[in-house]
């Protein structure tokens, strides 16, 4: 069956350190996108991308970078992580740019 | 940012009862519309998309009133497995198509 992956499912890490999340799905989706959620602010858009080579910045993107090589990948990178970098990430992907968004099982991440 | 404003409950309900949420939001641009459910430290999962003409799937109903910029969920017969978060989801055209959240509403249903 096809479906979104994401890993690791949980991380920890230290201020200042480089790290990379991994978003894959096999549905062959175009688009695809970042979120993190924390409380009191429900689900915020990182970065999304509507197809190979193509990147755009949400909401919330300072300290996060995005790639899009293949059509089934959208890594997440923190340059440089930081505290207020700690939150739980989804990554989801669409068939259609308005239509429903499905989501992967997230990634917990503490920046300690 | 436009925002999508939702009463964050939480609704405590007895099993078989019907319950009703709802959902404001300010962007009149907006151009679709979606009821996400999401577990406790899960992933969300999509429940149902909302049309203008309004839509039922089984127990769910769905509503979208786009003068008055306001949708509705209403769940009849309610299970114990109905207990989740429901979030309130707009898909913004001029903001890239990215889907605008509201922060949920919790939904407790009872023995």
């Known amino acids: 069956d096809a479906e979104i992956t994401q890993s690791p499912r949980h991380k920890i890490t230290e201020t200042g350190r480089q790290v990379t999340l991994a978003c894959h799905q096999t549905?062959?989706?175009?688009?695809m996108f970042w979120y993190r959620q924390d409380l009191g602010h429900g689900l915020r858009l990182i970065h999304y991308?509507?197809?190979?080579?193509?990147?755009n910045k949400g909401e919330v993107s300072d300290g996060y970078s995005v790639s899009r090589s293949n059509t089934e990948d959208l890594p997440l990178t923190l340059e440089s992580a930081a505290s207020s970098q700690t939150s739980v990430y989804f990554c989801?992907?669409?068939?259609?740019?308005?239509?429903?968004?499905?989501f992967g099982p997230g990634t917990r991440l503490t920046v300690t | 940012r436009k925002e999508v404003e939702q009463d964050p409950g939480p609704f405590n309900v007895p099993e078989g009862a019907t319950v009703a949420f709802n959902c404001t939001y300010s962007?009149?641009?907006?151009?679709?519309f979606f009821w996400y459910r999401q577990d406790c430290r899960k992933e969300p999962k999509l429940l149902m998309s909302?049309?203008?003409s309004g839509n039922e799937d089984g127990r769910f109903t769905a509503q979208l009133n786009r003068a008055s910029q306001y949708i509705s969920l209403l769940i009849r017969d309610s299970k114990l497995s109905d207990s989740a978060t429901y979030l309130c989801?707009?898909?913004?055209?001029?903001?890239?198509?990215?889907?605008?959240f509201g922060k949920g509403t919790s939904l407790l249903v009872t023995p």
């Open positions: 989801a992907s669409s068939l259609d740019r308005a239509g429903e968004q499905y």
């Open positions: 549905w062959n989706h175009n688009n």
């Open positions: 991308s509507y197809g190979v080579h193509d990147t």
């Open positions: 962007n009149s641009a907006s151009q679709s």
């Open positions: 909302v049309y203008s």
């Open positions: 989801v707009v898909n913004e055209r001029n903001s890239g198509y990215a889907l605008n």
